[in-house]
């Protein structure tokens, strides 16, 4: 008699290292580790007259967690959960904000070249006053490269004053922060979190009955809103959106474990921090 075992374990995963939307943004809250996405192929023997199945699924996990002792808590969800979460609050949160370019993005800082003017400028003149344009032709070639470099420069401190008359100052592009969103592939969602400095860290296990959660640091998305004079919604107005995670009535009901404390903890900290920063860049 041959027995047929049931193999119904999950392949070994295919690790996607850039298209995924949080890899790069998203990070384990024990360690600090960034998370990758790991693709897993589950597959289902035919047997008794059933077809045989398969399907897939992802996981976002931590990249340490394989090495022994480097990570003690690592973060882990479905990529389902972890960025259907993340879109819902963010677009809750954000989706209604302008999209804000700076004025000066797209302008030249003519600094270096007002300087190498200015330096041309100067051997010109010193070269005349040496007697090295000592002849009608040459002198006629002297007085032609300082009126072509005076106009140079005089173009150039034109240019520098437009720049400095643009530089830190926004302009609305006509497009929210949601429109963009919903264009874009993953790979462009990761790309545009990354763009404006968004932090994802996520934790396992940091409150009773949940298996992960995660903050979000908002980055330079605040700076631009402000410049706009747009007001965030309470719960981003300093600058982190929290999901799953310890709160103040967690605390009081004493139902969290030490680990737990910390990602409170943390969560505090990071709001802290946040506030620091946008009294520092209040007018």
Known sequence: MVLKLRDNRPFAPKVTRSRAMLVGVAVCGSCGGPLTRAV??????????????????????????????????????TTLSLEGHFSKLFLEHMGHLPEVRELDADLHD????????????????????????DTPEKEEIYWSLLDSQSAKLSRLRSKMAEFKECSGKFAPTGRTFA????SR??????????EHQVKVVVYRDPIPGKRFGFMVQL???????????????????????????P?????????????????????????????RIAEKSAP
């Not at 998305?221 to 004079?229: C, D, G, P, Q, S």
Request: charged share 30%; proline share 3%; with cysteine.
């Open 40 to 77: 897993y192929t589950n597959r289902q023997p035919a047997q008794d007259g059933r077809p045989a199945k398969e399907w897939h699924y992802s996981r976002y996990k931590c990249s340490r967690q394989q090495v022994r002792a480097t990570c003690q808590s690592p973060a882990a969800a």
């Open 110 to 133: 003519p600094s270096s070249d007002i300087a190498a003017t200015e330096a041309r400028l100067k051997r010109l003149k010193n070269d005349f006053g040496a007697g090295r344009y």
């Open 179 to 182: 429109d963009i969103w919903n």
């Open 185 to 194: 592939d993953d790979e462009g969602k990761q790309l545009f979190l990354k």
């Open 219 to 245: 980055g330079d998305v605040r700076r631009m809103a402000k410049a706009l004079r747009v007001e965030l919604a309470d719960g981003v107005a300093h600058g982190v959106i929290t999901f799953n995670l």
């Open 247 to 275: 709160t103040a009535q967690h605390v009081r009901d004493q139902q969290l474990d030490e680990r737990q404390l910390r990602i409170g903890l943390d969560v505090a900290d990071a709001i802290e921090a946040s506030q």
